[in-house]
């Protein structure tokens, strides 16, 4: 029995720009002079060939079909545009915050370490410490280059 993908698209990276403008039109719902219109408004940017061929990506074609769905709600294009920066500003912020969240939980774990080897509930580490030498026992050798 064949595994099939949970993506629509198949197993293409959802930036691959595979789909010419009508398989992208048909996908969509759209006629191609809308996907030229709102291409030229700035609302998407699909890649192009060598020869200047429009080519959508998985990701383009389900942008295209939410600017569909909030144009079809009665939305304007510039609020469709606003709409849009938002989305991909909370996106951002979203992928940043998980960042940060991990970044702390890792010094957190870092802290209770080195707050439990303190109290004594660690072994202690067996490595060498190195400490700041003492300015007053230190003696400088110099040799006059020849």
């Not at 398989?23 to 030229?40: F, I, Y």
């Not at 920066?85 to 909370?90: H, K």
């Not at 939980?105 to 802290?111: D, F, H, N, S």
């Amino acid at each position: 029995m064949a595994r099939r993908s949970a993506s629509p698209f198949g197993d293409a990276h959802p930036d691959a720009a595979v789909f010419v403008i009508s398989v992208a039109a048909e996908l969509t719902g759209l006629h191609p002079q809308t996907l030229r219109t709102w291409e030229r408004l700035g609302l998407i940017t699909p890649g192009r060939t060598g020869g200047g061929g429009r080519r959508y990506s998985g990701r383009d074609i389900e942008r295209l079909r939410e600017i569909a769905e909030l144009s079809g709600a009665g939305i304007g294009i510039e609020g469709v545009r606003r709409i849009l920066d938002l989305e991909n500003r909370v996106n951002a912020l979203s992928a940043r915050n998980e960042e940060l969240v991990a970044e702390l939980e890792a010094t957190r774990a870092a802290l209770r370490q080195a707050v439990a080897v303190r109290r004594g509930d660690l072994p202690p580490n067996k490595l060498p410490v190195l400490r700041a030498p003492d300015a007053s026992g230190s003696v400088v050798v110099w040799r006059r280059p020849r």
